[in-house]
């Protein structure tokens, strides 16, 4: 019972302490980063396209060769 109250009034004292403490800074996302970044995803999407497509052409031209088109 005496530990339970001991880590009772612990926690306690480290709560107080938690609001005591300044704020962290909040991440700011400037307008260079945010373009960079969508820049990065819109290239990743259209080099993901032309990989399905040449994968579409190679998977045709195994179709052919198994079925004798």
């Known amino acids: 019972m005496a530990t339970i109250i001991g880590m009772w009034f612990a926690l306690q004292a480290d709560i107080a302490e938690a609001k005591e403490l300044p704020a962290p800074p909040s991440p700011e996302v400037t307008r260079m980063e945010f ?23 190679s998977l045709e031209k195994i179709e052919d060769k198994l079925y004798d088109r």
Do not use: A, C, G
């Open 35 to 57: 373009d960079m970044k969508d820049q990065m995803i819109r290239n990743t999407i259209i080099d993901t396209q032309k990989d399905v497509q040449e994968i579409k052409k």
